[in-house]
Nanobody, 125 residues
Framework: VQLQASGGGLVQTGGSLRLSCAASGFTLDYNNIGWFRQAPGKEREGISCISSSDASTYYAESVKGRFTISRDNAKNTVYLQMNSLKPEDTAVYYC???????????????????WGKGTQVTVSS
């Protein structure tokens, strides 16, 4: 049982990438799926999540308005469309099952289950 992130790469500032999160061994339908990232020397950061119940979406302030999370249950895949990329978006990106939402207007995610190998995103200035 694992979630595998893919689609990373090297892109210039202002460019776009679409990450995919594919599940093996279980169905995504019944799980909230979140995207996380970790830059060298920094703590892991939860950045976005999509709910299992009604596909509600949630975003951290650092990516709101630039990133879009979506899910295709038929393909058992969650996507993260990343636009207007900045050098500070450079990180290894992971996906995982998680608890998430907004609390006091701020995005939170709690826990990472079934996460696997991440995908490197590098944004050049």
């Amino acid at each position: 049982v694992q979630l595998q992130a893919s689609g990373g790469g090297l892109v210039q500032t202002g460019g776009s990438l679409r990450l995919s999160c594919a599940a093996s061994g279980f169905t995504l339908d019944y799980n909230n799926i979140g995207w996380f990232r970790q830059a060298p020397g920094k703590e892991r950061e939860g950045i976005s999540c999509i709910s299992s119940s009604d596909a509600s979406t949630y975003y951290a302030e650092s990516v709101k308005g630039r990133f879009t999370i979506s899910r295709d249950n038929a393909k058992n895949t969650v996507y993260l469309q990343m636009n207007s990329l900045k050098p500070e978006d450079t990180a290894v990106y992971y996906c995982a099952a998680t608890y998430c939402g907004y609390y006091d207007g701020r995005y939170y995610s709690d826990g990472m289950d079934y996460w696997g190998k991440g995908t490197q995103v590098t944004v050049s200035s």
